[in-house]
């Protein structure tokens, strides 16, 4: 499946928005290993967890499959596809 760098800053965003929410998580009930989680809260995490290193996976995927197919250094559009979803307010410049 052929993707835009338009679809690969919207992935790398989800990507990153589901590692803020493990993150807030992690801060919200502290180490497990100080004070036990619920069941509840193991199960969030858990959950959130998965969501973050599946939407990971994929952004990845989807960044090896556009530098191939345009020919680009890998590590070159993944540098530019993370500037530009960090900068939501600018235009992608990493289509070169």
Do not use: C, I
Request: charged share 35%.
């Amino acid at each position: 499946m052929a993707h835009t760098f338009e679809e690969l800053v919207e992935k790398q965003r989800a990507a990153d928005e589901a590692h803020a929410r493990v993150l807030q998580l992690r801060d919200a009930y502290g180490a497990p290993t100080a004070a036990p989680w619920s069941e509840t809260q193991t199960d969030t995490y858990e959950t959130a967890w998965r969501a973050w290193r599946d939407l990971a996976r994929d952004a990845q995927a989807a960044v090896t499959e556009y530098a191939k197919d345009e020919g680009a250094p890998r590590g070159d559009v993944e540098a530019n596809v993370k500037k530009a979803a960090k900068s939501p307010e600018e235009p992608p410049s990493g289509e070169d």
